[in-house]
């Protein structure tokens, strides 16, 4: 169930594999505190470069596939690669947004919608596999209005300042819902 839990409560074999995950469950709900208090900076701050929007972003994907990596480790079978495609993906996504700060916004938002789009299929893949799971249907919900804010990220909207910040602090937001979800969810395993 959880964005970098390998080690979610779905794919856990055995009660022992369940109280080892769940001793970590604390590292899960702090990196979701992170992420939003990422996101309700980026929704408090005036920024108004496409320099900071793109460093702002830059950090954002470099974080999320860090995340993604460090979840490598705890992930089982086909899951180890997903988790690692999808850490490279962002960190590659991360590296762009920093070696041309100044680009347009439409580089950014075309960034963004491949962020949104990858995240989302990730989060829709996860959710289906692991139906009958407890809360299963809210990382299915997150995948689906990721995907969409993707599309809408494609789409010629003015590039206007705003809506890249609010892609961005949706991406935040969502990755700390995820990741609070989680936290509880391995804290509950560890507890059955």
């Given at each position: 169930?959880?964005?970098?839990?390998?080690?979610?409560?779905?794919?856990?074999?055995?009660?022992?594999?369940?109280?080892?995950?769940?001793?970590?469950?604390?590292?899960?709900?702090?990196?979701?505190?992170?992420?939003?208090?990422?996101?309700?900076?980026?929704?408090?701050?005036?920024?108004?470069?496409?320099?900071?929007?793109?460093?702002?972003?830059?950090?954002?994907?470099?974080?999320?596939?860090?995340?993604?990596?460090?979840?490598?480790?705890?992930?089982?079978?086909?899951?180890?690669?997903?988790h690692a495609?999808?850490?490279?993906?962002?960190?590659?996504?991360?590296?762009?947004?920093?070696?041309?700060?100044?680009?347009?916004?439409?580089?950014?938002?075309?960034?963004?919608?491949?962020?949104?789009?990858?995240?989302?299929?990730?989060?829709?893949?996860?959710?289906?596999?692991?139906?009958?799971?407890?809360?299963?249907?809210?990382?299915?919900?997150?995948?689906?209005?990721?995907?969409?804010?993707?599309?809408?990220?494609?789409?010629?909207?003015?590039?206007?300042?705003?809506?890249?910040?609010?892609?961005?602090?949706?991406?935040?937001?969502?990755?700390?819902?995820?990741?609070?979800?989680?936290a509880f969810?391995?804290?509950?395993?560890?507890?059955?």
């Amino acid at each position: 169930m959880s964005d970098l839990g390998a080690a979610a409560p779905s794919r856990v074999r055995t009660r022992g594999e369940a109280r080892e995950a769940s001793q970590f469950w604390w590292v899960y709900l702090l990196l979701g505190a992170g992420w939003l208090l990422f996101a309700i900076i980026i929704f408090r701050f005036d920024w108004t470069s496409v320099s900071s929007i793109s460093i702002l972003f830059g950090i954002a994907m470099l974080a999320a596939g860090a995340a993604e990596l460090f979840s490598v480790f705890g992930a089982s079978g086909g899951w180890k690669v997903a988790h690692a495609l999808i850490g490279l993906a962002f960190v590659v996504i991360g590296v762009i947004a920093f070696a041309h700060p100044g680009d347009t916004f439409s580089a950014l938002a075309g960034v963004m919608s491949f962020y949104f789009i990858i995240k989302g299929f990730f989060d829709l893949a996860l959710s289906l596999a692991s139906i009958g799971a407890e809360l299963w249907w809210l990382r299915l919900l997150v995948g689906i209005g990721e995907i969409l804010l993707g599309f809408w990220a494609a789409g010629d909207f003015g590039h206007k300042t705003v809506l890249l910040l609010v892609w961005i602090g949706a991406a935040a937001l969502t990755r700390g819902i995820m990741d609070i979800v989680a936290a509880f969810s391995l804290r509950s395993a560890g507890d059955g």
